[in-house]
T-cell receptor, first 114, second 112 residues
Framework: SQTIHQWPATLVQPVGSPLSLECTVE??????LYWYRQAAGRGLQLLFY??????ISSEVPQNLSASRPQDRQFILSSKKLLLSDSGFYLC?????????????FGEGSRLTVL | GESVGLHLPTLSVQEGDNSIINCAYS??????FIWYKQESGKGPQFIID?????DKRQGQRVTVLLNKTVKHLSLQIAATQPGDSAVYFC???????????FGKGTTLSVSS
């Protein structure tokens, strides 16, 4: 069966520090991969998606970047965190297709920037 | 731009009642819609989906209705239970058809 792992689960970082959130999918090949952010009391904002290694699409301009060094690994990074980067970050995957099917989400990483 | 919204941020019902959660979408070209349920501190979980060539789809205790004329989507939960308490999101495909765009969510509270 397929599983998705995100870490760390919680993170408290000072403003200006770097960030690295990791996501790994097991049990499937060539998944579509996604990073979403959920601010407190708000909906999910799509940050990045990837349909293959080295193929990253960014939905909104921001202080973050994403990389996909391996087929089933998706990393969200920042060189210098801002207060506004605080939120609940969710990684998700879907079966490779021309359209996004059902998304399978990880348990999330809660980031607090102080 | 693309946006998916919900009519009410919160909905409170009694156990056993039927719940209806509404969603309006803006991308008339969207051909796929999904409802997700998110419990506190967890990632969203798939509930039910519907393609644009359908008006209605039923699952276990849930029904999704799609009105393409007014770009409206709704989720009906029959015999609502306390375990149904969560935030519910509707989602549609983005313009490129490559990702899902989520609405802001409706918090459903079920009291017994």
């Amino acid at each position: 069966s397929q599983t998705i792992h995100q870490w760390p689960a919680t993170l408290v970082q000072p403003v200006g520090s770097p960030l690295s959130l990791e996501c790994t999918v097991e049990g499937t090949s060539n998944p579509n991969l996604y990073w979403y952010r959920q601010a407190a009391g708000r909906g999910l904002q799509l940050l990045f998606y990837s349909i293959g290694i080295g193929q990253i699409s960014s939905e909104v301009p921001q202080n973050l970047s994403a990389s996909r060094p391996q087929d089933r690994q998706f990393i969200l990074s920042s060189k210098k965190l801002l207060l506004s980067d605080s939120g609940f970050y969710l990684c998700a995957w879907s079966v490779l297709d021309s359209r996004p099917g059902e998304l399978f989400f990880g348990e999330g990483s809660r980031l607090t920037v102080l | 731009g693309e946006s998916v919204g919900l009519h009410l941020p919160t909905l409170s019902v009694q156990e056993g009642d039927n719940s209806i959660i509404n969603c309006a979408y803006s991308n008339s070209a969207s051909d796929y819609f999904i409802w997700y349920k998110q419990e506190s501190g967890k990632g969203p979980q798939f509930i039910i989906d519907i393609r644009s060539n359908m008006d209605k789809r039923q699952g276990q205790r849930v029904t999704v209705l799609l009105n393409k004329t007014v770009k409206h989507l709704s989720l009906q939960i029959a015999a609502t239970q306390p375990g149904d308490s969560a935030v519910y999101f509707c989602a549609e495909t983005n313009q490129a058809g490559t990702a899902l765009i989520f609405g802001k969510g409706t918090t459903l509270s079920v009291s017994s």
